[in-house]
């Protein structure tokens, strides 16, 4: 039966031979770095150096991957003595050593981006050996258009707060306060929270008026924004309410005396328009009387034409100039020396008159 330091001692050399052998392979002498943190726009380095062993004599094959959470997409090889990077990032990839053979596959990443982060593998590969290299990549962005401002009255004896923010920023964002004017020190009544960028200021005084910058910053790079804090004595809020209701009234009265100067512009067009419809020429007089008038005499006159002549003396004394008509009145008609016109005994039969027989008279007037 062998002792226990026999056996001890067989399984130290077998380790030691183990070793012997590894050692003689394909292995990857780049410093151990697992995890490397950029900013957003850098140029980042992943190292990736190996040396070959007596027994690598296959053709050298060096892969750089970016491991995702169910698949892998290609950055950048070389195999066969030729580079190909037309990949994921093409354009911004390169190999650091332009001949990887030489036992250099360290690459270069620039101009970062967000969408960069995560795990990068190297792959070397030279049968029989395989060896593999695992670095984190995580891309950060700095903090960038911070602003300030005050929230709150800066007036003695009022609370207020100096906020602080970056619209743009990985996380976790910090953010510090300090004040660049008079005692340099911040208000001994302020409290400041440094995730958020609040600085509470109790009680403020005048000597707390002056310039303050914050700062903010994350791992990759740092901020700033500044204010000027001006505390000033109350405001006399009586007179301010007194000087509105002034200032109201007066601009109701404004308004008053517009609308009535428009409305009585609006009048005074409206009655000039009736005085342009009122004045207009005088109508002239209907001539439905002359034409009574007229159809009046016409009548007559072939009345008289239907008589024999010796009853015409009585029409011979009747006023045609007391016609109700205009133009008989302007131009009054001379009758008293009217002579009906003569007509024959047989022109009077075929007009339709009747015979009359007129008894004689004297020249007295009786009948004889």
Known sequence: MESPLRLLWAYLVFRAGFLFDLSEGLTITSPVQTMITKAEGEK?????????????????????????PNDEQTVIMYNGDRIYDKYKMDGRVAFVNPNPASGDGTIDILNLQATDTGTYQCKVKKLPSVETLRIQLIVLVKPTKTKCYVEGSQEIGSDLTLKCKSEAGSPIITYYWKKATGTEELPATSTSNTDTGDLL????????????????????????????????????????????????LLGLLLLAFIIFCCLKKQREKKYEKE??????????????????????IGSNRSSLGSMSPSNMDGYTKTQYNKVPSEEFERVPVQTTNFQPPKVAAPNLSRMGAIPVMIPAQSKDGSIV
């Open 44 to 68: 980042v380095t992943l190292p990736c150096t190996f040396t070959f062993g007596p027994d690598d004599s296959g053709p050298l094959d060096i892969e750089w991957v970016i491991l995702q």
């Open 201 to 248: 200021v109790k009680n403020a005084s005048q000597i707390y008026s002056g310039l303050y910058i914050c700062t903010a910053s994350n791992k990759v790079g740092t901020d700033e924004c500044s204010l000027e804090l001006n505390v000033t004595p109350p405001i006399n809020r009586a007179g301010r309410i007194a000087g509105a209701i002034i200032g109201t």
């Open 275 to 296: 005085i342009h419809h009122d004045i207009r020429e005088d109508v002239p007089p209907p001539k439905s009387r002359a034409s009574t008038a007229r159809s009046y």
